[in-house]
């Protein structure tokens, strides 16, 4: 994987995590001037960041962002066997990811670093982080986790390109609505975090940064938007690949 993949997979996924976690610090935080505003605010503004991190990275890295897209990418450049994208650059890919997330979770908290102190509950503050349940059963948290993501792979590889993220600015919308009417849609039982390095790496800054008035990183649940996501894009990618992709040159191939 060479270093500009790398730094672009960084900065796509810092620039993701800075206006999706900045939205949610902007509704939960006290004396915040977008407080409570509401669900939609937020869904809306992860679908817009999911958008700006392409327009960063789209050009360099194809702009996974999140580790769930890029084992799908891994799997599909297998089964094709072009050595197009191995194991190295699935871990590279993985590395930047999770480096973006916590750089961009660092700037949440400085960018609201006054309102730490003014917020009373703990959970708020975790929530600007890290996903939690509305309703606490790890195995369908773990199912909400898995069919949220099977919707990304699966629909977003149906967007057209079956290599990654499109770079275009048509491709970066499509993406950017996709995620949109997932947490519309699916995203009030867990919070869709659809993407492990979006809860894994800010739910670490979270432990490490000095937030005035935390409570626990909550990490009995943190395995959950990790092994769901990866287990749902997996899922997505395999129902394209072998559903749509294989049937349809069976079907449009010689007779």
Known sequence: MSAEKFVGEVLGTMILILLGDGVVAGVLLAKSKAFASGWIVITMAWGMAVFAGIAVAGTFTGAHMNPAVTLAVFLDNQVKSTGAF????????????????????????????????????????????????????????????IIGTFVLIFVGFSLGNATGVNSSIGGALGWGLLVLVIGLGLGGTTGYAINPARDLGPRIMHAVLPIAGKGSSDWEYSWIPVVGPLIGGALGWAVYYYGITEFVAKALGPK
């Open 86 to 145: 191995g194991v190295d650059s699935l871990l590279g890919y993985w590395a930047g990811e999770m480096i973006g997330a916590m750089i961009g979770a660092t700037l949440v908290f400085l960018h609201y670093y006054p309102h730490w102190a003014e917020t009373e509950d703990p959970g708020l503050k975790l929530a600007v982080f890290s996903t939690g349940p509305a309703i606490r059963n790890m195995t369908w948290n773990l199912v909400s986790e």
